[in-house]
């Protein structure tokens, strides 16, 4: 298996412009989850999906971010407008319902704001 | 809530020798999982080594081991033999029995093997 996917692997934008990072979770995984991770707080769960339905969204900061999950197989997380405090790394991960309760990890996106 | 606190924010140790991560949490549940985390300069996020709470015996990969006191809600990490790919930094996380599907993350230990 290709294991998470995650694009862009880096982006570079200025304050105010819409942003829009994508996930492919591994095929067949149920839950599909959105960590933020910056120096100061860490790793940051932001929302996760189950079955494509939104479970937990408390760790959206704020009405700027959006994510979403159409199918099984590909999530987004967008942030309009963007603002400098927004750069960080963010990583999508992915679990598998029956299995262990291991979450696998894409490789991040890091977004640099200007 | 959950926290998951790692006292000590950097390590370092020889090639070759064994090193002990410590990772304490709080929780109020009986049932749960434990993980070790490691991300290398390369960012990349990669499971270490997982235990489930009801399981008494320490989990065990290759040369990464746990020590899981339960009652003392304390959760360490010993890596033997240590390599210079070992160097990387290592997060201690805590996730409730399935219906709550959140990793709460410590800071992390940044470790450094040294040859």
């Known amino acids: 298996d290709a294991g998470v996917i995650q694009s862009p692997r880096h982006e570079v934008t200025e304050m105010g412009q819409e942003v829009t990072l994508r996930c492919k979770p591994i095929s067949g995984h149920d839950y599909l989850f959105w960590y933020r991770q910056t120096m100061m707080r860490g790793l940051e769960l932001l929302i996760y999906f189950n079955n494509n339905v939104p479970i937990d969204d408390s760790g959206m900061p704020e009405d700027r971010f959006s994510a979403k999950m159409p199918n099984a197989s590909f999530s987004t997380l967008k942030i309009q407008p963007s603002e400098p405090r927004d750069s960080a790394v963010y990583f999508c991960?992915?679990?598998?319902?029956?299995?262990?309760?291991?979450?696998?990890f894409g490789p991040g996106t890091r977004l640099l704001v200007l | 809530a959950q926290t998951v606190t790692q006292s000590q924010p950097e390590m370092s140790v020889q090639e070759a020798e064994t090193v002990t991560l410590s990772c304490t949490y709080d929780t109020s549940e009986n049932n749960y999982y434990l993980f070790w985390y490691k991300q290398p300069p390369s960012r990349q996020m990669i499971l270490v080594i997982r235990q489930e709470a009801y399981k008494q015996q320490n989990a065990t990969e290759n040369r990464f081991s746990v020590n899981f006191q339960k009652a003392a809600k304390s959760f360490s990490l010993k890596i033997s033999d240590s390599q210079l790919g070992d160097t990387a930094m290592y997060f201690c996380?805590?996730?409730?029995?399935?219906?709550?599907?959140?990793?709460?993350f410590g800071k992390g230990t940044k470790l450094t093997v040294n040859p």
């Open positions: 996380a805590f996730m409730k029995q399935r219906g709550s599907e959140k990793l709460v």
């Open positions: 991960a992915s679990s598998l319902a029956r299995g262990p309760e291991t979450q696998y």
